[in-house]
């Protein structure tokens, strides 16, 4: 047999403006892709089976460069600034003939794929990459149609993904030579000059929070999901870095997904065929799923192996601390197959707190929930190069503003809606800094997270007696299975407890600060979870 013997061409892409490519290959095999990947000098295999890239010049998002076509459709519904950044629509089919032409003479990888794990929201997706391995990210990453479905599969959107291909912002009207920009009108995605294939699936989870909201009155969530044997179902939101990957992955507990859901009125479903996850530091005896998962047919991106060997160390972090995995989901063991459940029991909001103000775990009431829904916060811990640095408060509304195209109220209300209608406990977890903050106290312990959160899972938490923080109003537990009670209150762990009181009041200002633009839909109820002193006394 020889290279891409198994290739299927099912149709031609002149529909987009593609002709005279050399070579169509589509919805390849993954052993296939990992074959052409290495032949075409993209890529390496690593000891463990997994195919080791580099994404190049950039190793992250670039949320500068990702715009929406304004035109009649999006106009007035889309929330334009600095997340949502407006682009012509003439413009648009200008660049896309553009790519297309660049095409010419070409080796394309062609996927159909889907997103959305429900018959009621499934959207028909097709990608053509020039890179093989971002064409196996997207096999891995997206749900995978069976043969049956991929006779009649028509893309609602199309992606095209040429890394190679670098705008001119004189003309095409890019701020950079790099871009993502999605076109809700035709169902298209142009992504050039990046070879980060986050920009992909990111990209797509934009469209579905387009679509649901708007036009499908259905809540879309930057959570992750997983499900008790019970059927009692968690989301966990939280920003980049919180550990929505990690905590997903519960051996006691089937995955949902790890990234991306929908909830409706009966259900939580999940948006992608598979994880995203971050491997800086990834250690066996930490997080056995996740290292498992990475096998023959997974990608790993920008790490480095250990000298004279090819073995990945995991440690590395010449090219980026951002070092990453994608997997197809059936990598981990108890994934759930659809990936869907029923509505969540329990909701829990992941921060990294770097100030270590934020308690362990703490029960919200309604109004705190909403509160932190759109507040969204966490901690970056800025500039690390020498000594200590003062952590920086980053709030992202509803725990994932960069990806939502409408007004972040959009979404609070409907999660408020559900908030109303189900009995759902809400819970606030620091997976950051306890002891004091970042550069002074240490990183909360996986272990003693995991140990919080199973025990508000199987409801021992509920017979804990409570604390009230003093400002944060939240509801502190005093004992917790597994996890030492003197951490469970931050200000025991703190050697020096008024400079604990002075960084809380502290972060608490931020909080209200951050607030302060959502004054108009703020009502008595919301404003009642706000932290309850504003100015340090
Ligand atoms: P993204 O949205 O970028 O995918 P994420 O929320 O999924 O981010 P994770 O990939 O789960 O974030 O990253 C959390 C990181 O923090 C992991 O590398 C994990 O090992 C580390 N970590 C350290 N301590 C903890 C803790 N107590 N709880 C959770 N994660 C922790
Ligand atoms: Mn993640």
Not at 445 to 472: D, Q, S, V
């Amino acid at each position: 047999m020889k290279r891409s013997e198994d290739k299927q061409i099912t149709s031609d892409l002149t529909g987009i403006g593609i002709r005279e490519a050399t070579e169509i290959l589509w919805n390849l095999s993954p052993a296939a892709l990992v074959e052409e990947a290495i032949l075409n000098g993209e890529g390496v295999l690593a000891s463990n089976g997994a195919l080791m890239c580099d994404t190049g010049q950039f190793t992250g998002r670039s949320p500068k460069d990702r715009f929406i076509v304004k035109d009649a459709k999006t106009a007035d519904i889309v929330w334009w600034g600095d997340i949502n950044i407006p682009f012509d629509s003439a413009k648009f089919d200008q660049l896309q003939q553009k790519m297309a032409d660049y095409l010419k003479g070409r080796r394309l990888y062609v996927r159909d794929a889907c997103a959305g794990d429900h018959p009621d929201y499934r959207l028909n997706l097709r990608i053509v990459n020039t890179q093989a391995w971002q064409n196996l990210f997207c096999h891995n990453m997206f749900l995978r149609p069976n043969q049956e479905e991929l006779l009649n599969h028509t893309p609602a959107f199309t992606i095209l993904c040429v890394p190679e291909f670098k705008a001119d912002p004189a003309v095409d009207g890019t701020r950079q030579p790099n871009f993502a920009i999605i076109n809700l009108i035709k169902g298209m995605i142009l992504i050039g000059g990046t070879g980060y294939a986050g920009e992909i699936k990111k990209g797509i989870f934009s469209v579905m929070n387009y679509i649901l909201p708007q036009e499908k009155n259905t809540l879309s969530m930057h959570c992750s999901a997983n499900v008790g044997q019970q059927g009692d179902t968690a989301i966990f939101f939280g920003l980049s870095g919180t550990g929505k990957t990690t905590l997903s992955a519960d051996p006691d507990r089937g995955l949902i997904g790890d990234d991306e859901h929908g909830w409706t009125s009966d259900s939580v479903f999940n948006f992608e065929g598979g994880c995203y996850a971050k491997v800086i530091d990834l250690a066996r005896e930490k997080e056995p799923e996740i290292w498992d998962a990475i096998r023959f047919g997974a990608i790993v991106e920008n790490t480095r192996f250990e000298a004279g060997t090819r073995k990945i160390d995991f440690t590395n972090k010449e090219v980026t601390e951002n070092t990453r995995t994608a997997y197809p989901i059936f990598h981990i063991p108890n994934a759930v197959e659809p990936s869907r459940a029923g509505t969540p029991e329990n909701i829990f909001f992941l921060t990294a707190d770097a100030f270590g103000v934020i308690p362990p775990i703490s029960r919200l009431n309604k109004s705190q929930a909403m509160y932190h829904f759109i507040s969204g916060y966490t901690a970056k811990v800025a500039g690390t190069e020498m000594g200590v640095t003062e952590p920086v408060t980053t709030f992202s509304a509803c725990f994932g503003a960069a990806f939502l195209p409408l007004h972040p109220t959009k979404y609070a209300e409907m999660f408020g809606y559900k908030m109303e209608q189900e009995q759902v406990s809400v819970w606030l977890v620091n997976t950051g800094w306890t002891g004091g903050p970042y550069g002074v106290g240490t990183r909360m312990k996986l272990p003693y997270t995991r140990a919080m959160i199973t025990a508000a899972l199987n409801g021992r938490l509920e017979e804990a007696t409570y604390t009230r923080h003093p400002i944060f109003g939240v509801d502190m537990p005093d004992s917790c299975p597994g996890v030492p009670s003197e951490i469970l209150n931050p200000r025991n762990t703190w050697q020096k407890k008024e400079e604990y009181d002075a960084k809380a009041f502290h972060l608490a200002s931020k909080f209200i600060d951050n607030f302060r633009k959502y004054a108009a839909f703020a009502s008595v109820e919301i404003l009642a979870g706000a932290p309850l002193v504003e100015e340090p006394v």
